[in-house]
């Protein structure tokens, strides 16, 4: 192998490495861009994506460019920072260094694992081929080629035969990510295609949520769960809780033993920590988070390799007051920014501050003009509605990098909201969805047999 730097020789800058470059990896950036450290961030991807607008995307809202920056473009400014683009395969913490998919080596003093999370499928891996999730660029773009590719077949179909296999919309987990996909699928049906074809009315597609629990939006407070059903229905999205998956293939779902056909699966009902945390060699919890203190460190081992290692975000199982601090947004930024906090009093040779979520309440979209807000900060309150959808869009207009970002996206907003037509609905990749034609072979079947 390669080697990127030299072992660290006494009297000379901390080298730090950041592993990620979502919300925990590029605050941790930032901050100790201003700090007397060498630092490199290391990334598959070439971009830093904002997240919780990854949906906006997937349901043609928004363009990939406008929620998502380059790394190098968001560190260009500090001069000890430098972006490479690669993936790393093992940690060695005894010898602090990082082995990378390209064959080169990268020693640390400090290392900060920000590699965030992926989707699970609870151990049905082949469900993912037809039921996709939401956590990337890719994923995104994927969702939105075929919830628009699936109006596309039926239009096609309807005006070359007379009928279309059904038009059902089936999103699998009733958490925000899956309320939000339902709610905007609802809205794309409802009022952005309904003048758009000719021979089909989007409106009479189905849309359903399914979920295994007992409400949509569990960890939100009763009455947001039940004031986001109300919306949801209202988009003519029917809601199924208690509603158990047994099954997804082509074209197909299975919950509670009965068998309902689907243009399009999507997948929302779980996620599992980065496999990077397990390359670690710390205890990890059973989705693969790494278990860290108060310091954001792993366990102490007795050569005290993990002390200068920290794990952040969605990758990291940290808890505070007896639970767990949820894998979003808002504990990633606050890891990211208390990380580079003590490796500057690391360099002041003062003691460490311990780490405290600062909880300042959820948000989520249900539709256009509508989302509920269980705020906590800077005061309290429950809200839904217009106003809560109006709270979530300053919130993340103002979280949103880059001047020219945030324009483009308030832009998209208002434009798309005022006059009921998409920026962004561009089908690319191949034009077929799975299970499609097997739908069109047994209608043709039962009308004659």
Not at 16 to 24: D, K, L, P
Not at 107 to 118: E, S, V, W
Not at 399 to 418: A, D, E, H, M, T
């Amino acid at each position: 192998m390669s080697q990127l730097t030299t072992p660290r020789v006494p009297g000379a800058r901390p080298r730090v490495v950041i592993v990620g470059g979502g919300f925990a990896g590029i605050n941790a950036a930032r901050a100790l861009g201003k700090l007397p450290v060498d630092l490199t961030v290391i990334d598959r991807r070439n971009h830093h994506t904002f997240q919780p607008l990854l949906y906006q995307v997937a349901l043609a809202v928004l363009s990939p460019a406008d929620i998502a920056q380059p790394i190098r473009g968001i560190l260009a400014k500090h001069q000890n920072t430098q972006v490479l683009m690669d993936e790393v395969t093992a940690i060695d913490t005894t010898a602090r260094t990082l082995a990378l998919s390209s064959g080169a080596s990268i020693g640390y003093d400090y290392l900060i694992l920000a590699t965030g999370a992926t989707h699970s499928y609870f151990g049905h891996e082949e469900w993912a081929k037809f039921a996709p999730g939401l956590k990337s660029i890719e994923d995104a773009t994927e969702i939105r080629r075929r919830v628009l590719l699936a109006f596309e077949l039926a239009e096609r179909q309807m005006q070359e035969h007379g009928w279309h296999p059904p038009l059902n919309f089936v999103i699998i987990g009733a958490g925000p990510t899956g309320v939000e996909l339902a709610g905007a699928i609802g809205d794309i049906a409802q009022y952005y295609l309904q003048h758009d074809f000719r021979h089909i009315d989007p409106r009479k597609s189905r849309v359903m949520l399914l979920d295994g629990g007992d409400r949509v939006l569990a960890t939100y407070p009763p009455q947001l769960s039940a004031r986001a059903a109300e919306e949801l229905a209202a988009r003519g999205v029917e809601v199924h809780t208690k509603s158990h998956v047994t099954g997804v293939g082509a074209g197909w779902v299975e919950a509670n033993g009965q068998r309902t056909e689907a243009a399009v699966i999507l997948w929302a009902a779980g996620v599992q920590a980065s496999p990077l945390g397990k390359l670690l060699g710390a205890p990890v919890d059973k989705r693969g988070a790494v278990l860290v203190d108060n310091e954001l460190n792993p366990p102490s081992t007795p050569d005290k390799s993990f002390e200068t290692t920290f794990v952040l975000g969605d990758l990291a199982h940290f808890e505070q007051n007896g639970k767990q601090v949820p894998g979003v947004a808002q504990p990633a930024i606050q890891m990211g920014n208390h990380a580079a906090k003590m490796i500057a009093t690391d360099l002041q040779g003062k003691p460490r501050p311990p780490f405290h979520y600062f909880d300042k309440g959820d948000m989520a979209t249900v539709g256009r003009l509508a989302a509920v807000a269980d705020v906590k900060w800077p005061f309290t309150a429950l809200m839904s509605g217009w106003t809560a959808w109006f709270a979530w869009l300053t919130v993340h207009i103002f979280f949103l990098i880059g001047f020219r970002n945030r324009f483009s996206v308030l832009w998209s907003w208002v434009w798309n909201y005022l006059t009921f037509s998409g920026t962004a609905r561009l089908i690319t990749g191949d034009q077929t969805l799975p299970g499609w034609e097997e739908q069109i072979e047994e209608g043709k079947k039962a009308a004659n047999p």
